[in-house]
């Protein structure tokens, strides 16, 4: 059995993640910001932490609230998005908005709880997108989203040579039918966490710090 932590777990990729690894056995502990979200956590057997990663408190409370678990999964999920180009600049507001949740909620989840991973020799894993992979850019549709997403790569790409005992991953989960991917997309969210799980076990300490598709696949350049 393993031990599990989502961050960012109250709908979407981040509450069927608590599901399969609930329903696989392994001891979960996820994050939610509001109590229609703990309520789901808990509803599948899963010990519900509250934490808006936007907030100044979430850089010190997610430690205090974990107090030292080792963690084997430590999943970083909460993510916001936003559609519009590079033909008008962003608000302050927007821009804050994306880069609060996207980037520095997961650079103020790393030193918490990487020590804790690596305590298990555990994946810390963040959740990016496919948007952030600045040699695929084909256009600038969700400028500041793309933006955040490199961010956050580059974000784990160093964070992880101040943890070498745990393996760091940024991994895209795919165009996913969630509230975020809307009902077009081709993948289903069972089918996106199915992929990246396994895909996480297989992590080797080499490809720490690696950009990696829901298959556990490289992006080029
Ligand atoms: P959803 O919009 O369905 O869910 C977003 C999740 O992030 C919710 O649990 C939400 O919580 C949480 N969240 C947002 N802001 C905060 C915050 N300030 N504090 C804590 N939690 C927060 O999106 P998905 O499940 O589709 O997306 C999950 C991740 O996958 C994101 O990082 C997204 O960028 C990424 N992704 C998704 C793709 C897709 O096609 N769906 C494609 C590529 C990447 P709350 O319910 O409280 O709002």
């Known amino acids: 059995m393993s031990h599990v932590l989502v961050i960012g777990a109250s709908r979407g990729i981040g509450l069927e993640f608590v599901r399969q690894y609930r329903a696989d056995g392994h001891r979960v502990i996820a994050t939610a910001r509001d109590a229609a979200g703990v309520a789901r956590i808990e509803a599948l057997g899963a010990q519900a932490l509250k934490l808006d990663v936007a907030e100044p408190a979430s850089a010190s409370g997610l430690a205090w609230q974990l107090d030292g678990e080792k963690i084997d999964v430590a999943l970083y999920v ?7 180009g590079a033909t008008q600049p962003p608000t302050r507001e927007e821009f804050d908005r994306l880069m609060h949740t996207n980037v520095l909620g997961a650079m103020q989840a790393i030193p918490q709880v990487a020590p804790m991973v690596e305590a298990a020799r555990g994946r810390f894993v963040f959740i990016t997108s496919e948007m952030g992979h600045i040699a695929g850019a084909g256009s600038s549709f969700g400028w500041t ?10 974000a784990v790409a160093s964070a992880r040579h101040d943890y070498p005992q745990a393996i760091f991953a940024a991994m895209s989960p795919g165009w996913v039918r969630t509230d975020m991917g809307g009902p077009g997309a081709p993948l289903a969210v069972e089918d996106s966490v199915r992929a990246m ?25």
Do not use: C, H, W
Not at 78 to 84: C, E, K, L, P
């Open 78 to 84: 909460a993510g916001v998005y936003s559609t519009a």
């Open 145 to 154: 989203y793309r933006v955040s997403k490199a961010a956050l790569n580059m």
């Open 197 to 221: 799980r396994p895909a996480i076990q297989a992590l080797t300490p080499r490809q720490s710090g690696a950009f990696l598709n829901y298959d556990g696949e490289p992006f080029a350049g």
